[in-house]
């Protein structure tokens, strides 16, 4: 079975401190998928990354980076310079890699980060 | 383009009554999905579907129902309300990759539903 692990319940921080959601997964699959979806206030599920597990190159875009690292199966999310925008729900996720069909989310139980003046 | 609409908003049901909540996508994605999320537990899936037609349950499927008669609705059906069932529901779809398997899911804005 599949399961995502987000130990952080909830983080606070002061605006423009660098700030990094840990997420670890585990799966018996060799081939699959992870992902980051942010959450704020207004309550909708916005897509952030979609991340191969073939694939463990980091990924920067913009004040955002992600740090795959499988050997430990993790998926860090680092926001650089946090601005109170980025205050929201955080959910790391995992699917399967079936060619073919559908991929269904496990969804870690997601952090919750306040940025403050 | 809307993408994926939800409808309603938000609902009181009493227990025992019987709602649907009606997903609808206008993107032609094949793959369609219901997950509800609860306080401190995540999104969980409820039921997929792979294409119009065809439905399969998730990993909390009991006392839901769910119906796919046309690529870009997907219905969920609760026949008989508990108050178990209050949570927020999102329906997400996607797309078939060029290389197979799935894109990533793109989400509704969701239904509060309270059960009394």
């Known amino acids: 079975a599949q399961k995502v692990t987000q130990a952080q319940t909830e983080i606070s921080v002061v605006e423009k401190e660098d700030v990094t959601l840990d997420c670890v997964y585990e799966?018996?699959?060799?081939?699959?998928?992870l992902f980051w979806y942010k959450q704020p206030p207004s309550g909708e599920l916005v897509f952030l990354i979609r991340?191969?597990?073939?694939?463990?190159q980091n990924e920067i875009s913009g004040r955002y980076s992600w740090n795959f690292q499988k050997s430990t199966s993790s998926f860090n999310f680092t926001i650089t310079a946090s601005q109170v925008v980025d205050s929201a729900v955080y959910f790391c996720?995992?699917?399967?890699?079936?060619?073919?069909?559908?991929?269904?989310?496990?969804f870690g139980t997601g952090t919750r980060l306040q940025v403050t003046l | 383009n809307a993408g994926v609409t939800q409808t309603p908003k938000f609902r009181v049901l009493k227990t025992g009554q019987s709602m649907t909540l009606l997903c609808a996508q206008d993107?032609?994605?094949?793959?369609m999905y219901w997950y509800r999320q609860d306080p401190g537990m995540g999104l969980r899936l409820i039921h997929y579907?792979?294409?119009?037609?065809?439905?399969a349950k998730g990993e909390v499927p009991d006392g839901y129902n769910v119906s796919r008669l046309k690529k870009q609705n997907f219905l969920l059906g609760l026949e008989s309300a508990a108050p178990s069932q209050t949570s927020v529901y999102f329906c997400?779809?996607?797309?078939?990759?060029?290389?197979?398997?799935?894109?990533?899911?793109?989400f509704g804005p969701g239904t509060r539903l309270t059960v009394l």
């Open positions: 997400a779809s996607s797309y078939r990759g060029l290389a197979g398997g799935s894109s990533e899911q793109f």
């Open positions: 799966t018996r699959d060799t081939t699959y998928y």
């Open positions: 991340r191969n597990s073939f694939d463990e």
């Open positions: 996720a995992l699917s399967e890699a079936n060619t073919g069909t559908a991929s269904k989310l496990t």
């Open positions: 993107m032609n994605h094949e793959y």
């Open positions: 579907s792979v294409g119009e037609g065809t439905t």
